[in-house]
């Protein structure tokens, strides 16, 4: 009896197997296998086994391959600090707001819809937006500085180095805000309220309920949340590729991949950095599985 | 004494609550303005567009019959679909398709 139900969960897990293995499995195998060749568009012969030199390699006390590449470090930089920074600008924000929605304040529903508004727009429809507000001539918002009299003449945020990367975080926090609040807001519709009002009646003031109450019920929600946002953040691509993909001041690790695949041509080496940053998203995937688990049984 | 002491708890709660819509509106505006920006742009006509304002100077819905008529979205997708469907069998459809392609040009031209 029990044998034959094992035997009808393997069919019937069979389909989705299958198509995991298809759809995630097999590329990811691909990427793999032509990361250790030097397989390239432009070059006739068949690709040869170069196993780690696309990743790296010394010739004559020279070093080649993508980790001995400066653009990769620089993009490697880029893409922690804008994730790390949109992350966290992203939560505050989030929690700011969400905990504003969380009370009976006057047009909730309508704060909601407005909410919505940036979370519903493509990522390619935003980043042109903002290329056109931020445009160091034409755009509106140097318009308004202007008028308010705080620069003289316009700036163009996105294509200095100096601002570039930071009018890119702020055009992620403006997307991803709503996504955060929401989450924050869901998690904080499931906090007693009989635990602030009891905590308030042992005299705890507004930080000491947020803090010692209110975070610590939604803390697996918003963790979550924030997992969530980083490993999408260590991908970034659409944002910045719209913007410029050729900047290397807000190139990230996968805009620096796709500019070795398809506009050099060299599979073998974009391949590599492919490899490279799945290797640093799962590697933080892995950890967050382990530490939820370790949580999970404390 | 008592009356100064409401005035005050009063007053503290009118400035909260005007820290509050403050707050709600810098929200409300930091959301939607880029979408709001979006929309008038696309109100524009010509050069206009190179003159940043917050409301276009005339309003107008060219762009939205350009996209229809010039870019054709509409007609793209029918044609597209009247050229695949006898492939799979759907001849009423393109009939129906090339007659309303058709009208969508007379009407536009």
Redo the contacts between chains.
Sequence with gaps: MRRQQLKAAAWFLLPVCLLLAAAAAWPLLRTLVLSLSDSSLYVMERPSWVFLDNYLYFLDGEAFGVLSDPRWWLSVRNTLIFAVTSVGLELVLGMAIALTLNHAIPMRGLMRTVLLVPWAIPTIVTAQIWLWMLHDQYGVINHILEVLGLIERGVPWLSQASTALAAIIMIDVWKTTPFMTLMILAALQIVPRDLIEAARMDGANAAQSFFKVTLPVIFPAVAVAIVFRLLDALRVFDLIYIINPSDENIMSMSVYARRLLFEFGRFGAGSAASILLFMVVSMLAIAWIKISRATDQA | MMAARNFTTTTTAGLRKAA?YL??AA??L???F??Y??IM?SLETGTA??????WPQNISFDNYTQLVRRQNIWHNSRRRSAECGPRLGLMFRRRACSVASADVRVSFA
Excluded: D, N, Q, R
Excluded at chain 2, 49 to 54: D, E, M, T
């Design positions: 509050l707050w709600l929200i409300a930091w959301m939607v880029p979408f920006y979006a742009s567009i190179f003159a940043p304002g917050l």
